[in-house]
T-cell receptor, first 115, second 113 residues
Framework: DAGVIQSPRHEVTEMGQEVTLRCKPISGHNSLFWYRQTMMRGLELLIY????????DSGMPEDRFSAKMPNASFSTLKIQPSEPRDSAVYFCASRAKGPYDTEAFFGQGTRLTVV | AQSVTQLGSHVSVSEGALVLLRCNYSSSVPPYLFWYVQYPNQGLQLLLK??????LVKGINGFEAEFKKSETSFHLTKPSAHMSDAAEYFCAVSDPEDYKLSFGAGTTVTVRA
């Protein structure tokens, strides 16, 4: 398996523009997580899905952020409009549910810069 | 709800010295516990995990961790540091019945030659 695939790896955009980050989880995994990493706040859980259903979005910073998982193999995180304070590395992770498959596997991340 | 506290945001060790990274957790149920490592400009990679059974778990790259329920701790150790161990390390906790994975603030390890 190729692992969790995120695109793009780097994104530079102007303030006010819409940004869409994409994630393809590992096949067969039924949980998907979006995290944001910054120097100031560390690794923050934004939202997670189980079987394509959002379970907890309490970490989404504000209404400008939205996430979808239309099927088991794809998820998006959208920021509209983007602001400079959204600059961070965004990670997607997926996880299987089972007695032994307990860990989350992370993608390489998308480094977002909003100027 | 679960939470994790990592003591010490930065640790500096000499090459060949013991590496000890501290992690304490809070959980209302017996937790699953994890240590992840992050190298610069990369995603997080699993070092080791504890679910049930033996409380001393061994991971990759010579790391190990011990689950101590009485101390609510899951400290990470490596007997002899190598230059390649320089990275950021994250402790994480999960409720076995939940999907949520909560991370600590991370500890950056530097290794001196």
């Amino acid at each position: 398996d190729a692992g969790v695939i995120q695109s793009p790896r780097h994104e530079v955009t102007e303030m006010g523009q819409e940004v869409t980050l994409r994630c393809k989880p590992i096949s067969g995994h039924n949980s998907l997580f979006w995290y944001r990493q910054t120097m100031m706040r560390g690794l923050e859980l934004l939202i997670y899905f189980n079987n394509n259903v959002p379970i907890d979005d309490s970490g989404m910073p504000e209404d400008r952020f939205s996430a979808k998982m239309p099927n088991a193999s794809f998820s998006t995180l959208k920021i509209q409009p983007s602001e400079p304070r959204d600059s961070a590395v965004y990670f997607c992770a997926s996880r299987a549910k089972g007695p032994y498959d307990t860990e989350a596997f992370f993608g390489q991340g998308t480094r977002l810069t909003v100027v | 709800a679960q939470s994790v506290t990592q003591l010490g945001s930065h640790v500096s060790v000499s090459e060949g010295a013991l590496v000890l990274l501290r992690c304490n957790y809070s959980s209302s149920v017996p937790p699953y516990l994890f240590w992840y490592v992050q190298y610069p400009n990369q995603g997080l990679q699993l070092l080791l995990k504890y679910t049930t059974g033996a409380t001393l778990v061994k991971g990759i790259n010579g790391f190990e961790a011990e689950f101590k329920k009485s101390e609510t701790s899951f400290h990470l150790t490596k007997p002899s540091a190598h230059m390649s161990d320089a990275a950021e390390y994250f402790c994480a906790v999960s409720d076995p019945e939940d999907y949520k994975l909560s991370f600590g603030a991370g500890t950056t390890v530097t290794v001196r030659a």
